[in-house]
């Protein structure tokens, strides 16, 4: 059962926004919704991260969002987490206030490459500066100001959205009380670098990309297919891919000159390539991909969670996983239990690859409720 329609707010941030790489951005707008009721002592707010390439649209029904136009397509309309936000789901309504933000440098209605700079009044293209996951915490952390909240029951965050829970909990340890991470690591993977560099490479060597600057033209859209088919065989395993792919070919794009696809697998791949370019920016995929290029928790790893001892994390793994594979939140438990801290650590068996934290609840729900509730004895009887 849906939430029902809800709408995307937006938040001005109000003074000028410095970011870590010392540019300044003169104004600064952060698009977020929200789900449930704030209690009277502000102590039930929960602080939703997304993905890579998600958005502040996270439950309920959003056909709609301004300024947003093309890009919301009919893929985006139902909220991407609809199935765990809601009366009685693992995040509550009833019990929770749920926020879910967008973030600085991508296209749902924060400020990005394609907002309008005020000095100029054209789009930033490739003018936007470099955003950090600190600058993303940063101004949710304003957000939160703005909404009266200053410790949040819990974040929770998949993939990168999970490693940005790990970076706010470890330097603003005082903001929260639950962290639950799904599917993250602590540290950008030579693997995963090397397939962010491959999808910088695609997008920037697309001729219509024209160096960022292509919004009174025709977009990039080759580029950021390729870019998508490069990524996206990370996010489900094989074997589910293989069984989505249909039998016959259904895609009948020629590539290049002398290339005509062979195999349902290929016609798949290009067909989940185009539904991508349709709805996100290539200028903000890049400087979300940059983003996790240069994601930091700190030098001294040892050391990151000292001030974290009255946390109580919940972490996820998928056994089936090859974006970020079970060994690197098995590292994050590690650090946790050698500073005696609370955590619990679930792996959850699925075919589904990385994508299981977005599709199979049921696996997911009763943990969440357990650690969300403080309903330790139940684990212990388990």
Not at 366 to 376: A, C, G, I, K
Request: charged share 20%; glycine share 8%.
């Amino acid at each position: 059962m849906t939430i029902g329609p809800v709408q995307t707010q937006f938040f001005e941030l109000k003074q000028p926004f410095e970011l870590e790489s010392g540019d300044v951005l003169d104004s600064v707008t952060i698009a977020y919704e929200s789900y449930g009721q704030l209690n009277g002592d502000r102590s039930n707010a929960i602080l939703l991260f997304h993905a890579l390439t998600g958005n502040q649209h996270a439950a309920g029904i959003n056909p709609a969002i301004p300024g947003v136009d093309a890009l919301w397509t009919e893929d985006c309309h139902m909220g991407w987490w609809d199935a765990f936000i809601g009366p009685g789901k693992a995040l509550d309504t009833d019990r929770y206030f749920i926020i879910c933000a967008n973030y600085i440098g991508s296209c749902y209605g924060s400020t990005g490459p394609r907002s309008i700079d005020p000095k100029t009044g054209q789009p930033y293209g490739s003018k936007f500066p470099q955003v950090s996951a600190w600058d993303v915490v940063r101004s949710q952390l304003q957000l939160l100001d703005h909404l009266g909240v200053d410790c949040l029951h819990a974040i929770i965050g998949g993939s990168l959205g999970g490693m940005m829970t790990l970076l706010m909990a470890t330097r603003c340890p005082q903001r929260v009380t639950h962290v639950i991470p799904l599917a993250t690591g602590l540290e950008t993977t030579v693997l995963q670098r090397i397939l962010n560099f491959e999808q910088i490479i695609a997008i920037r060597n697309d001729p219509a990309f024209r160096d960022g600057n292509f919004y009174d033209a025709e977009p990039p859209v080759q580029g950021v297919s390729l870019a998508r088919i490069i990524a996206h065989k990370t996010f489900v395993s094989l074997r589910v891919l293989e069984g989505r792919a249909r039998r016959e070919i259904t895609e009948t794009d020629r590539i290049g000159e002398f290339y005509s696809l062979s195999h349902p697998i290929e016609s798949y791949m290009l067909h989940q390539g185009k539904k991508f370019a349709a709805r996100f920016d290539a200028n903000s995929y890049l400087r979300i991909i940059d983003m996790w290029q240069h994601f930091s928790l700190g030098e001294v790893k040892s050391e990151i969670f000292e001030q974290c001892l009255h946390h109580k994390y919940l972490i996820f793994s998928i056994d089936s996983d090859v974006c970020f594979y079970p060994e690197e939140q098995m590292a994050i438990v590690t650090l946790l239990e050698a500073h005696n801290i609370n955590v619990k650590y679930i792996t959850v068996h699925s075919s589904k690859g990385h994508d299981s934290f977005l599709l199979e609840p049921e696996l997911y729900t009763p943990y969440m409720q357990f650690t969300l509730n403080d309903r330790e004895e139940d684990w212990d009887q388990e």
